[in-house]
């Protein structure tokens, strides 16, 4: 079997948001309104039925914190989205970059990010 | 499969998500979409959607490929998932894959975080190839045309995997990438 490995150099966020009532989302739709008012851009990564994970990209976090009424008040006209009292964005800090050279080989896990927390 | 033609086709989404109609599945049809453009003759199936439990794809796809199909694309479940945020769903596709091929290429995307993107498997059992790709919309649409490209162009299975791989890495608004 052959392997290769590819690493991609893009800035990125997480971006999450929590207490929605999720059910048919339409995470296309959700992508282009979010990457639209962030001028970024914009994928799901994770759902559920209350919150939803999206990766952004080449954005500093703090536009986005604090842009918090104005995402959500963007949202609201999302297929399969339903905004409630308790909704609220979050984003993380941008993602730290790992020197690929001291981090173990398999079989520890298939995850490289796995292995470096583990050596480190 | 003879490169030019394609007559039985099997799609199969992944996710516990997909599976619930949380997140509605906008793949399938796409890719079924973009099947029948390429082959118009072809029967395309879409499956029941499975929850992210590896041992029920591998199952799965086993059950599929007795059919014995020209193709069978398994959707979502590419990244390192759960692995990297317990917040995030269980990625098995991949592996799953490697289990059941006994032939396959197969090329990992990483982020510069070190973090699995997306893991791209490209591989036959029989005269069945069988593929996967990652969930979000752009990116499996990306790596579905890329496949049908390199098919069209006859390509081997690790130039079929380079060329889906390439079509997702072109979907991060990446400055530069390495191959290692």
């Known amino acids: 079997m052959e392997h290769e490995y590819i690493i991609a150099h893009a800035d990125k966020s997480v ?106 | 499969m003879d490169e030019m033609e394609m007559k039985t086709a099997y799609i199969l989404p992944t996710g516990d998500e997909i599976k619930s109609g949380i997140v509605l599945d906008l793949d399938a049809p796409e890719i079924m979409c973009l099947i029948v453009r390429a082959f118009p003759q072809a029967e395309v199936t879409r499956l029941c959607p499975l929850l992210d439990i590896e041992d029920t794809i591998f199952q799965k796809i086993s059950e599929v490929a007795e059919k014995q199909p020209d193709l069978i694309v398994l959707i979502g479940g590419s990244g390192g998932g759960h692995r990297f945020s317990k917040s995030l769903g269980k990625d098995f596709t991949h592996s799953a894959l490697e289990k059941y091929l006994d032939e396959c290429a197969s090329h990992e995307i990483y982020g510069k975080n070190g973090h699995m993107w997306s893991k791209l498997v490209c591989g036959r059992k029989g005269n069945t190839t069988i593929i996967n790709v990652p969930g979000p919309f752009d990116e499996a649409k990306a790596a579905f045309e890329a496949y049908l490209g390199a098919l069209s162009q006859g390509k081997s299975l690790e130039d079929i995997s380079l060329d889906m791989a390439n079509a997702v890495l072109a979907q991060y608004p990446t400055g530069a990438a390495k191959t290692v």
């Open chain 1, 15 to 120: 971006l999450k948001i929590t207490g929605l009532e999720v059910k048919g989302l339409n995470t296309k739709q959700l992508e282009q309104i979010l990457a639209d008012k962030l001028h970024t851009f914009v994928r799901v990564i994770g759902v559920t039925g209350e919150n939803i994970e999206m990766d952004v990209y080449d954005i500093e976090p703090e536009q986005v914190r604090k842009n918090e009424k104005g995402l959500v008040e963007s949202i609201v006209l999302t297929e399969g989205i339903t905004v409630t009292d308790l909704t609220k964005i979050s984003c993380s800090d941008k993602i730290v970059e790992v020197d690929y050279d001291k981090i173990p080989e398999e079989p520890i896990s298939n995850c490289a990010r796995e292995r470096w927390m583990k050596w480190k």
